[in-house]
């Protein structure tokens, strides 16, 4: 039995394919589209996903999508009512994409994909909450989630026991610490829905001086449950986060959209709005272990990405074990939809839990060779162990290598399948990659993966991290890796067993019995304002459009210095270049 997930028209569309209960496909749709965080309907990732199971529409028996959109069309109805006439201009703006494709769901899955099968909509933050708590594999765990909002609920917590989740509490739309720090990234002059990351990796460059400030935009009571003070917002109502008194109280302008002024100022205000959130997802963690008495916890929703907060709650609340989905934002949502009309709706028993998070695409030998013979690349073809030898050699002479193997990883997080790697102990490695390669902001940290039974020779971690979700210090007791180590003296870990992905763990041991270093840095492959690469075709753009030294293909590797350049016409027509 079949069942596709589907979560789309707001930002990082995205499917997963169940078959049997079992998710085997699931990628995001900007991975074939090529635009950033794509929110359009996932047609070219759903076409993958039934390639990849050799099946057609017809075989599909059921689409699941992720939220209710007549429940939140109820919700920003009530919204725009409630606040007219200031509301006019986004009621005018938004209304359009409601009744075209959000409102006609299955129109749209019949146009695009000649499917005319049951459709059922799973609320938003019970899709958050399936798509942790059915792949962790526990039969019991307390649930937390968080986001921006869902049809009304912005939070929510609760239990789950074997095959049924029972969300007992939320905390409902306009008052939400999502929403909270999108309005504190746009104030900090970077993109909404985007860019919440950024604000995240300036944090620690910066003291928590405007906690003050921040607590009179929002109240936190001690079981973690918050207001926001609605008259210094503008988001429920307007085309603007925040009105004119938020800026009054955070006292400064908001900062022009990358703009090169970043200022101190700047870096506290992350800092303080890290330390806000930090409580709130403490307080309410301990909360849910004090009412629920369980010390395992699920975690999901767009908030959940903030792997700062996430260690936090891990070192400073009640919680014992945490479990967080590789795709906790709403790309999640459609493995969450899916696993909701299996185990919750049909009532099936669970039989599966997310070992691995490399369920996308994945690309033959065969198609490598054509494409790197097309453009006139100079490869070699190596046996692996000798491939594991040249490519720690490389890293070990403080080259930037890249890296393209198997099946694409679900979520935002390169784990060593489309990734750049260097060498941590390298004291400019981090200002190399960032310059030449990621052409990013200086102030972002790179990640680290270390093997998972090294983890605490090196960092303050007593459990895997095996999605980059979790920060813990660095230990200070070791040889310096100034370029994974964070200038507050944390990392945002990726632990890696042999099980989960057998080459890059055999990559990063062959490092530690050549140099005595279990550690790399490892980035996603792509280049500021692209998604993550997945075909060769874009593997070998990147490799080309930027400064990497070597790429490891598959059972190929290529030298930069020993590549062609490319001709002008192709390089307009692939790469779009000028």
């Not at 890696?496 to 763990?505: E, S």
Request: charged letters at 25%; aromatic letters at 10%; one cysteine or more.
């Amino acid at each position: 039995m079949y069942i596709l997930g589907i979560s789309c028209f707001y930002h990082d569309a995205a499917v997963c394919l169940l078959k049997d209960g079992v998710p085997i496909a699931a990628a995001d749709e900007q991975a074939f589209s090529r635009k950033k965080h794509d929110s359009a309907f996932p047609t070219l990732a759903t076409k993958w996903a039934l390639d990849f199971a050799g099946i057609d529409v017809n075989a599909i028996e059921a689409v699941a999508f992720y939220d209710k959109p007549l429940v939140k069309f109820e919700r920003i109805l009530k919204s725009h009512v409630a606040n007219f006439p200031y509301s006019i201009s986004q009621f005018v703006k938004g209304m359009p994409s409601w009744f075209n494709t959000k409102l006609r769901l299955k129109k749209v899955l019949k146009k695009e994909l000649g499917y005319t099968g049951p459709v059922c909509f799973s609320e938003h933050h019970m899709s958050h909450a399936a798509s942790t708590y059915f792949a962790s594999g526990w039969e019991e765990a307390a649930i937390l989630t968080v986001d921006g909002v869902g049809e009304w609920a912005t939070t929510t917590w609760g239990v789950g026991t074997g095959n049924k989740i029972d969300l007992r509490h939320e905390i409902r739309f306009p008052h939400s610490v999502g929403l909270l720090y999108s309005a504190f990234t746009y104030f900090l002059g970077f993109k909404v829905n985007s860019a919440e990351y950024k604000v995240m990796g300036l944090a620690p460059y910066g003291e928590p001086k405007y906690v003050d400030r921040i607590k009179q935009l929002i109240t936190i009571k001690d079981d973690g449950t918050f207001r926001l003070n609605m008259k210094h917002f503008a988001f429920d109502y307007g085309l603007r986060m925040y009105r004119p008194s938020f800026e009054k109280i955070m006292g400064a302008p908001t900062r022009k959209m990358d703009d090169d002024n970043l200022e101190q100022y700047h870096k506290d205000v992350a800092r303080s709005l890290q330390e806000v959130v930090n409580e709130i997802m403490v307080k309410l963690a301990t909360n849910i272990v004090e009412q629920t008495g369980i010390k395992r916890l699920c975690l999901a929703g767009g908030v959940a990405l903030n792997c700062v907060a996430n260690g936090h709650v891990l070192r400073e609340s009640p919680v014992e074990e945490i479990f967080i989905q590789p795709a906790a934002g709403d790309n999640g949502g459609a493995m969450g939809a899916a696993l909701w009309l299996w185990h919750q709706v049909l009532n099936k028993k669970r039989q599966w839990k997310l070992t691995t998070p490399y369920l996308g695409p994945e690309y033959s030998e065969e198609k490598m060779k054509k494409v790197l013979n097309r453009y006139g690349a100079v490869y070699h073809k190596m046996e692996r162990s000798a491939l594991l030898k040249e490519g720690v050699r490389l890293l070990d002479d403080a080259q930037v290598v890249g890296l393209h193997q198997g099946r694409m990883e679900w979520g935002p997080r390169a784990l060593g399948h489309r990734s750049i790697l260097g060498d941590p102990r390298h004291p400019e490695m981090r200002e190399i990659i960032n310059a030449k390669i990621k052409m990013r902001e200086g102030f972002r940290p790179f990640a680290p993966t270390v093997l998972e039974e090294d983890c605490q020779d090196y960092f303050e971690l007593d459990c895997p991290s095996p999605y980059m979700l979790l920060v813990a210090p660095v230990r200070n007791d070791i040889s310096p890796l100034p370029s994974i180590t964070h200038v507050d003296g944390s990392a945002r870990i990726q632990t890696i067993r042999q099980d989960q992905d057998p080459f890059y763990y055999d990559l990063i041991q062959t490092m530690r019995n050549t140099t005595g270093c279990s550690v790399l840095i490892n980035t996603s492959m792509n280049v500021r304002g692209e998604p993550i690469v997945n075909t060769p075709e874009d593997t070998y753009r990147c490799f080309m459009r930027t400064h990497m030294d070597a790429l490891i293909m598959g059972p190929f590797i290529l030298y930069k210095s020993e590549q062609p350049k490319l001709k002008l016409k192709d390089a307009k027509e692939e790469f779009g270049l000028d």
